[in-house]
């Protein structure tokens, strides 16, 4: 007897802190596709040939009643695509950088009246990340063989800038543009063009992501919305 009430003292200390936790953060999955492109491994720069995808989950901490940060891991597939076309030579080639990110974001909602009504649907992000690359690989019209792994820092911090909007509910739907601050390749890398990189001065990835973002609501916010219905 006496331990159930130790143990029903220890729960009842603990539980209005979990209860505030719930309150303030928001946590949400995100899945969607990315267009890729790394500056300067091939001719075409900002070409954004490659496709990808981007997957992950996201924890949302709300500051007031327009602004909140927002914490993110996602897996990201980047990298650059050269077409095989007359410019080339008909070469192809194909370049496959997996990341680990960890996007820490600002996000204010846009709100304004149209004719009277509130639009409360849209917001604006902006905010650094750290990527750690996990995969690399190459492939193409040449045999590039190996060691070329070198030629990539293992990290890269980037700055992500992006508008998004409520589609129903708790449902989201974001575009963001991501580049490198610091290039993500050594500028002492090989150069040559058929082999790896067609300029080595730049070396940035640019990324812009289209997704999908599905945020939990909590028990209290479900309650409001049925409230609301009723009325």
């Known amino acids: 007897m006496q331990r159930l009430f130790k143990s029903f003292i220890f729960l ?10 719930s309150q303030i953060f928001k946590p949400g999955i995100i899945a969607g596709v990315v267009a890729t492109d790394l500056d300067g491994v091939d001719p075409y720069d900002n070409d954004f040939h490659k496709a990808g995808l981007t997957i992950g989950a996201s924890l949302n901490a709300k500051l007031s009643e327009k602004n909140s940060l927002q914490f993110e891991v996602l897996y990201t597939q980047k990298g650059s695509l050269q077409p095989a076309d007359s410019v080339n030579n008909y070469n192809y080639y194909k370049l496959n950088l997996n990341y680990v990110e960890i996007p820490l974001l600002f996000k204010h909602n846009i709100v304004f009246n149209i004719r009277k009504k509130r639009i409360d649907n849209f917001f604006f992000e902006i905010g650094p990340s750290y990527g750690r690359l996990v995969t690399m690989k190459q492939e193409g019209t040449f045999d ?17 800038i992006g508008l998004g909007c409520r589609i129903v509910n708790r449902l989201f739907f974001d575009v963001r543009y991501c580049n490198s601050i610091i290039p993500v390749v050594y500028h002492n890398a090989a150069t040559t063009r058929n082999n790896f ?3 080595a001065n730049k070396g940035a990835n ?8 599905y945020q939990f609501s909590k028990a ?9 219905e009723v009325e």
Do not use: C, D, H
């Open 206 to 213: 640019m990324v812009w992501a289209f997704t999908l973002r």
């Open 12 to 21: 009842s200390l603990i539980f209005p802190p979990i209860q505030s936790f």
């Open 144 to 160: 590039y063989g190996g060691g070329y792994e070198n030629n990539f820092k293992n990290s890269e911090i980037a700055l992500n």
């Open 220 to 228: 209290n916010e479900k309650k409001e919305v049925k409230e609301e």
């Open 197 to 199: 990189l067609f300029t």
